[in-house]
């Protein structure tokens, strides 16, 4: 576990490149989204939650932002103390949700994230870089930032620096709140301001996975050929926690549960039962990774 608490007792920190050298494939990983906090209706959803991960043995825990409904500190506070009770490494990215509301426009436009800097973490690229595998989170909740988020030139620049620096065979991770390809599950949606080059980006630095959230909607899809010989699995979380799911996912709560292997990549959809108050399995994906086509 990296997180760490200052003095404060109100400070997550995670270091960089900090993972653990042994950690050899295959790796299990929770992919969570959009807790809400401040939208929980269940009372024991997020126990619920805390008790499936910690239960599936995970190495690694990916929260895709939307921590909060409100980025009130109660609501930040129950966040952090939620990362608490995660007793794996976690790597987290913001959310549309977690930047200051309009009503606060000055902190918005001056410093949109204090907040989720103070509570969950100062580092909004948190990156992992184990011998198998390479994480990196993109923030795309600014203080200008529409519906659809909106991934920067600097972001860009991040994702180059860091999976150009990552042996060939390494799975690549890539994190991000908002979306870069449109949802089958929903007719009408925005995506992310730059969608498309970004995506283009991750493909030509040969990005195997990316996970996000923001839409509410679980789903799990192969983008093919992002460029040719290259496609990326992008998995889409749920609401894990929240009332907020939307279209099919009404009042429903799902994440995904991933297991990186050698030869292939295997997406669990693990959904709440709220008679049974536990998430349980209701779809398994399986991809093939790919053969790298570099020299
Ligand atoms: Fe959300
Ligand atoms: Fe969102």
Known sequence: MESDRSGTGAFHSVALDSGTPETRLPVRIGHISDIHFGRITDANIVDALVSDLE?????????SGDLTQRAFPGQFRAASQFLDRISSRWLVVPG????????????????????YKKWISEELNQQIDWPDLSVLGINSAHGMTIQGG???????ASMATFF????D????????HHHLTSLDALDDHDVAVNAAE????AADLDVDMILCGHLHISQIAHVENVRPG?????CTAGTATSDRGRGSNKSRNFYNKIVVSNLDVEIEEREYDAAARRFVATSAHTFARQRRSGP
């Open 55 to 63: 239960a599936g043995d995970l190495d690694l825990v990916i929260i």
């Open 96 to 115: 549309n949700h977690d930047v200051y509301p309009w009503w606060r426009i000055r902190l918005r436009l001056t410093d949109p994230l204090r907040r």
């Open 150 to 156: 909106r991934i920067d030139a600097s972001e860009r």
């Open 164 to 167: 150009s620096s990552v042996p």
């Open 169 to 176: 065979r390494t799975f690549k991770i890539l994190v991000v």
């Open 198 to 201: 970004t995506l283009q980006s």
């Open 230 to 234: 290259h496609s990326i699995v992008v």
